[in-house]
């Protein structure tokens, strides 16, 4: 048996080491370096070189079969264990006092790796170290130090776990935007025979999808694209919804090169379902992996444009950690064992409530599907503001016109005017105004559409036959603020907190007597945007102007304040004249419509000097919803607004 002298004698090698060792782990702010020689200098030594990543040569080491290994050949295999972390080593701790007995010691350390995002993955292990014959202590090698799953040849590797998106729901609760079937198309460069002829072929195939895709799929591309990629790659052509694709399935599948991959996407009801509104929820982009770093990685689900877009760091939530024990196989690839050694969970994304009505958004998307031109369609609910329906087009449209149109509203804008004649007592129902052909002012000539003319007749018939005459020759009577006064009371220009960019309006005040003679029937510098007239029809539908809501939850902070009560005496004979239009004047289209009686006033608006281009609208109500139709260069509104109407109606009454 080997004797111990009463003091172990200790090399100045082991010496140096230990002094270098208490240095660096004093810098790093690793704790646990002994004044006296013995074990904890052995353990504090090679933490600090572990954490170094090399400074280990001082240090004597065994394998657990007692024989000496390298220290070379430790540090490698430190690397090679600590796998996609070992560009970031952890923190080490000794824990306590090493326990020691007359030939072998234990050390207890605590280590605390830095996960991407800053989680902490931290935890014990144990250090084993044993006597040498010349009294030095000598660290027992084994990659268990490491973690104790560890064998010789693994790695460890980080694996992030997505968070599940919140849901974009509808006013009663229910998610709009839900996981649904989708093919990506694509084309394998090296089965092509004939480029050209696959873009044809394609492109008939894509065209003949229903509803029409809006934006059409653009191939002239795809060549070049075929040329640059890899032989074996899958070039990207188009993602679609699965019902679409079974459309085209018979005719595309047999041709060269063409390659499907079935997944699952984020989507609405339909492509069109209020599109520009909610937004799309896509691949990450390289814009946003640099906007915002170490937020995404690649195969992330971004929100973009939209509610997805705005709403997005509360949507996503926040991703989950796993860290995974991975091996090199006999090909040479890096394969996961199937072990997870630490998991912190993802976080879900929080969900967004909206107002809508699935029903009523159908609809208003139905309404507009057969537009080729840009348009909107906004429904409101009357007794509350709620927006039940954005519906953009064509296609669901690539810009959200019902809510950020800056357009002249042309002859909708009669109903303010007539409510601020109303309430100055400028005019009333029955009395005579003359509408003749063309009316002057300051040398500027007004017209009425089709250049007619019907002589002295009751105001109402003026307004129900939308006479431009007419309301030009009674501007001077709203004065110069009159009009952008009767704007203000139904929340034109309102500071509207909408919860999404929305354009509230601009109503002409002041300027010459030709601006405000051209104003009075919604012409001048007046600019406004669907919801914006949306939420004034509604306003005198109620009798009073609130300002319309769209999110629930996030509710925004400060909506608008209601506007005033509307004069009755005002407002109730507005009410009985926007019916006029509908049972005598330019929307009787929308007499036969089914339900309660149809309010509503017509407009075509002049938008350049050219008075051949013309914007159509529609605004009216009917029950409890108030709406407003746009179709941009619509021409007449009883060819293009007011028919969209009636089908909408029909729609939600049906």
């Known amino acids: 048996m080997r004797l111990l002298p009463p003091y172990p004698k200790v090399s100045a090698r082991r010496r140096t080491a230990a002094a270098l060792a208490c240095l660096t782990l004093a810098a790093a702010g690793l704790t646990g370096c002994s004044d006296e020689d013995g074990p904890e200098q052995t353990v504090d030594a090679f933490l600090a070189g572990w954490r170094d990543g090399g400074g280990l040569d001082a240090i004597g080491f065994l394998n657990a079969s007692g024989q000496r290994t390298p220290a070379a050949e430790v540090t490698e295999e430190l690397k090679q264990l600590s796998g996609e972390l070992a560009a970031t080593p952890p923190a080490l701790r000794r824990q306590g006092e090493v326990t020691e007995t007359a030939e072998s010691a234990t050390a207890t350390v605590q280590v605390d790796w830095t996960l991407p995002g800053g989680t902490h993955w931290s935890y014990p292990t144990e250090v084993r170290l044993q006597r040498g014959p010349d009294d030095e202590w000598q660290v027992v ?20 776990v997505p968070a599940a998106r919140g849901a974009v729901l509808d006013a009663a609760g229910q998610p709009i935007v ?23 072929d394609l492109d008939a195939a894509f065209r003949a999808i229903r509803p029409a895709l809006n934006p059409p799929v653009d191939l002239t591309d795809l060549p070049d694209r075929l040329k640059a990629a890899k032989p074996d ?41 209020a599109r520009a509104l909610l937004g799309s929820v896509d691949p990450v982009q390289k814009a946003d992996l640099e906007a915002e770093p170490g937020v995404y990685a690649v195969g992330d689900l971004v929100g973009h444009g939209g509610l997805q877009g705005g709403y997005e760091q509360r949507l996503r939530g926040t991703a989950g950690t796993s860290v995974i024990v991975t091996r090199t196989n006999p090909a040479g690839v890096v394969e996961p064992t199937g072990t997870e050694l630490f998991r912190q969970e993802p976080r879900a994304g929080a969900p967004i409530r909206t107002t809508l009505d699935v029903r009523v958004q159908t609809a208003a998307d139905a309404a507009l599907a057969g537009e080729p031109k840009r348009s909107a369609l906004v429904a409101v609910r009357v007794s509350d503001g709620a927006l039940l329906a954005v519906a953009n087009g064509p296609g669901g449209g690539a810009e959200n016109l019902a809510l950020t149109a800056q357009v002249p509203p042309g002859s909708t804008f009669k109903m303010v005017s007539t409510l601020g004649l109303l309430d100055l007592g400028a005019v009333g129902p029955d009395t005579p105004v003359d509408c003749p052909k063309t009316f002057t002012v300051d040398g500027r000539s007004f017209k009425n559409s089709d250049d007619f003319a019907l002589g002295r007749v009751p105001f109402h018939t003026d307004f129900a036959r939308s006479c431009n005459t007419a309301f030009a020759a009674l501007a001077p009577k709203l004065g110069p603020d009159g009009l952008a006064e009767a ?28 601006e405000r003679a051209a104003a009075a029937f919604g012409q001048g510098t007046t600019l406004v945007s669907p919801v914006a007239m949306a939420g004034a029809t509604a306003a005198v539908a109620r009798g009073q102007w609130q300002q319309p809501k769209l999110l629930l939850d996030p509710a925004p902070a400060n909506p608008a304040p209601a506007g005033p009560q509307l004069k009755p005496g005002s407002v109730e004979p507005l009410r009985t004249m926007m019916r006029e239009v509908v049972t005598a004047g330019t929307a009787t289209a929308l007499k036969g419509v089914p339900g309660s009686p149809v309010h509503g006033k017509t407009g075509t608006a002049e938008f350049d000097d050219n008075p051949a281009n013309t914007h159509a609208w529609f605004v009216g109500w009917q029950g409890d919803v108030a709406i407003a139709v746009f179709v941009e260069k619509g021409g007449a509104s009883g060819a293009s607004a007011v028919p969209i109407a009636a089908n909408f109606l029909r729609a939600v009454n049906g």
């Open 178 to 200: 839900t996981p649904r079937p989708v093919v990506q198309v694509g084309v394998q460069p090296s089965a092509v025979t004939d480029p050209a002829a696959l873009v044809r």
């Open 141 to 160: 090698w084994e990659p268990t130090i490491v973690q104790e799953k560890l064998t010789p040849g693994d790695q460890l590797a980080i694996r992030r």
């Open 233 to 273: 790659a899958f070039v990207d052509v188009v993602l679609l919804r699965r019902e679409a694709y079974l459309q085209i399935k018979p005719r595309i599948h047999g041709l060269d090169g063409t390659r499907f991959v079935e997944d699952q996407r984020d989507l609405a009801p339909t492509r069109e379902f």
């Open 487 to 514: 704007g203000r009371s139904v929340g034109l220009e309102a500071p509207w907190e909408l919860g999404v960019e929305a354009f509230s309006g601009k109503v002409s005040t002041g300027g010459s007597a030709a």
